[in-house]
């Protein structure tokens, strides 16, 4: 049996290691790095007894695989379809045939087109309270946002920060903000600091 998985994240590679050693030829295909590789630092996943970066703890994983027996590859999938009692799974650069397909290809998290937030996610920006909120104890932390997820992550945050305070970016907030958190309603221009975030 061939089991081809889209997708090179922890889900994608523990989805490889399981279907490896349950005797599948296994197949992984991934466009690119994934989220886990922009984390500077991960000190909250099992096994890991030392902080460790994203990108270290995906070659990790990736390696573990590898040594197991699967393949990886590098392309992007543009579509799935049945194929004589299997799969056929296009590829931009190569068609692939497979008895079962895995997606495990994560999300695509929404992001401002502000300056500075490429340049410092990871490092100050962050898509997720519940992940990242450890790292913020004791300190001033920005929501950006205006809506119900906005409220989830204050609430998230709230017992690890200092201050939380929302940035609307110019929307009126659709849900009732705790008057503890300031709420800052203009345009955010840029994020700026020198090593991370400072304002």
Do not use: W
């Not at 040594?67 to 590859?73: A, E, K, S, T």
């Not at 009692?85 to 497979?98: E, I, N, S």
């Amino acid at each position: 049996m061939h089991v081809l998985i889209i997708g090179a994240g922890p889900a994608g590679v523990s989805a490889a290691l399981y279907a490896r050693r349950g005797g599948a030829d296994v197949t992984v295909v991934a466009k690119g790095a994934g989220a886990l590789r922009t984390a500077t630092c991960v000190e909250n996943y099992y096994g890991i007894e030392d902080p460790v970066t994203g990108a270290e703890l995906a070659r990790r994983g990736i390696a573990g695989a590898r040594r197991l027996g699967v393949v990886f590859v590098t392309d992007e999938v543009l579509g799935v379809r049945g194929d004589e009692g299997g799969f056929a799974v296009d590829g931009k650069t190569t068609r692939y045939r497979c008895d079962a397909v895995i997606l495990a290809t994560g999300a695509v998290r929404g992001t401002l087109s502000v300056p500075g937030i490429r340049e410092f996610t990871g490092r100050g920006v962050s898509s997720c309270a519940v992940c990242d909120a450890f790292f913020y104890r004791g300190k001033t932390v920005a929501v950006v946002g205006a809506g119900a997820y906005a409220l989830h992550e204050i609430r998230v945050l709230q017992p690890h920060a200092a201050r939380v305070i929302l940035l609307t970016n110019g929307a009126e907030p659709t849900v009732g903000i705790p008057p503890e958190v300031d709420v800052y309603p203009a345009q955010i221009a840029r994020i700026e600091g020198e090593r991370s975030v400072s304002r």
